[in-house]
């Protein structure tokens, strides 16, 4: 209740935040959105991605062979920039310096990535990656959670999937250890499964390294007969 009260008042603030003129956080041009334009052009130029697991992958070439050889849980995968400069900055500022700010500028360079439209309005529902209770307190704020209310508010779900368990730092790690870390982390919320049945959902998350928590969410989700899945998220880092 208390929460709710605050958020309350922070919001006119935060709206007026958001309308008061500042410089870019890349180039530093005055006055600016939060990433100019230019910089915006500079820096997000699309890629030719696996459609499976969003790595870049040579023109003409839909599939890479680590997805032929071992297909990952969700259907399609869909990433607007690489994990690096500005990006990465802009994220871990997001996450780790508690500056919501920046949920609404990256939502906008997904909605403005090439076919993230498109598969947003296939969607019957875009579910963030949850977090669990421990890091949510610690955080302050779910950032992809965030980041899915301004780009979709009225398809975003954020109750339909739990966080049963927070896991070890994941930093360092292969895929298949991440994956058994991430073992029976995520479930279906009961009250929310009948409604995900036969759907069309986008798995909503910041960053994609190995694929493994979007695998795991993924899975919890199949089993409750959710039809299609695409992941979506805001930057990929690069093959280790």
Not at 70 to 84: F, G, K
Not at 180 to 193: G, I, K, Q, S, T
Request: glycine residues 4%; aromatic residues 6%.
């Amino acid at each position: 209740m208390l929460f709710r009260r605050l958020s309350g008042l922070l919001r006119p603030i935060t709206q007026l935040a958001q309308r008061v003129p500042s410089q870019c956080a890349v180039c530093h041009a005055w006055p600016a959105q939060r990433v100019c334009n230019a910089c915006v052009a500079r820096f997000a130029q699309p890629s030719h991605r696996c459609t499976r697991c969003a790595l870049v992958v040579p023109g003409g070439v839909p599939i890479c062979g680590a997805c032929l050889k071992e297909p990952p849980a969700i259907d399609t995968c869909l990433a607007a920039v690489h994990y690096a400069y500005p990006w990465a900055q802009a994220i871990k500022a997001f996450k780790f310096h508690h500056d919501p700010g920046w949920a609404k500028p990256l939502a906008t360079l997904l909605r403005s990535t090439p076919w993230i439209e498109p598969a947003l309005e296939a969607a019957d529902w875009v579910i963030p990656i949850p977090l669990s209770d421990h890091r949510l307190k610690e955080r302050g704020f779910n950032q992809a959670a965030l980041i899915a209310q301004k780009l979709a508010p009225t398809k975003t779900n954020t109750q339909a999937m739990l966080r049963l368990h927070d896991t070890p730092a994941q930093s360092g790690l292969t895929r298949a250890q991440r994956l058994r870390n991430l073992r029976d982390a995520f479930m279906v919320e009961p009250r929310c499964a009948a409604t995900l049945q036969g759907r069309h959902v986008i798995l909503l998350d910041d960053v994609m390294t190995t694929g493994a928590t979007l695998d795991a969410a993924a899975s919890a989700l199949r089993g409750c007969g959710v039809a299609h899945i695409t992941g979506v998220v805001v930057a990929r880092t690069e093959r280790e």
